[in-house]
C-alpha cells in the first residue's frame, strides 16, 4: 500500500496543473528575452605598472630608494645654483686645517684626500649630501645636512668638522 501511494503522488507531482486560467500572466520562457550576458560583466580596475612594488624586493629597499629620488629630486628644485667643487667629496675625506679670519669674517681651509686645500665660508656647500656650512667658530665648522631617515623622508642633519681630528 506504501508503494502504491509514493507510486500515485510522484506521478502527480511530476504532471504541470493545468487548471490555471489562461488569463492570467503567467511567464512564458520562450517568450521572455535572454539577459545580455555582456551587459552584467565586471571590468578590472586600470593597474599603474610604473608604481607597482615588486613583491619580492625588500621593503626597507624601496623605500630608501624613493627617498633617495626624492632627495635628489628636492636637491634639483632647491638648488639651481652650479654646484660647487667640494660637493663632489664624501664629508669623511675631508678635513678641518686651519680656520681664521678674513675682511672681518671667519673662514676656514679644508683638505682633501690628496692634501689639496680650500678655503670655505658662512654658506658653503660640503660633501655629497648637500651639506651648507651654517657657522664657523674658532675649532669648528658646523654644516647642516639634508638625508634620508628610516621612514624614507627628508630631514636635517647637523654634522660638525672639527680641529681635533687633524690632530689626533
Do not use: C
Request: net charge negative.
Amino acid at each position: 500500500m506504501k508503494q502504491l501511494i509514493w507510486l500515485v503522488s510522484t506521478i502527480l507531482i511530476g504532471i504541470p496543473l493545468a487548471t490555471a486560467a489562461p488569463d492570467s500572466e503567467m511567464p512564458d520562457a520562450s517568450t521572455d528575452a535572454m539577459p545580455d550576458a555582456m551587459q552584467h560583466m565586471v571590468t578590472a580596475p586600470p593597474i599603474d605598472f610604473a608604481n607597482l612594488r615588486d613583491p619580492f624586493a625588500s621593503y626597507l629597499e624601496t623605500v630608501a630608494t624613493r627617498g633617495r629620488s626624492s632627495l635628489l629630486e628636492n636637491q634639483l628644485r632647491l638648488t639651481n645654483r652650479k654646484r660647487e667643487k667640494l660637493e663632489d667629496y664624501d664629508l669623511s675625506t675631508l678635513s678641518l686645517v686651519a680656520i681664521f679670519s678674513m675682511g672681518g669674517e671667519r673662514v676656514a681651509m679644508v683638505q682633501d684626500s690628496t692634501a689639496k686645500g680650500y678655503i670655505v665660508r658662512r654658506g658653503n656647500f660640503l660633501g655629497k649630501d648637500n651639506g651648507k656650512i651654517e657657522k664657523i667658530t674658532k675649532d669648528t665648522v658646523f654644516l647642516v645636512e639634508q638625508v634620508l631617515n628610516p621612514a624614507g623622508e627628508i630631514t636635517d642633519r647637523q654634522v660638525s668638522l672639527t680641529m681635533k681630528e687633524v690632530n689626533e
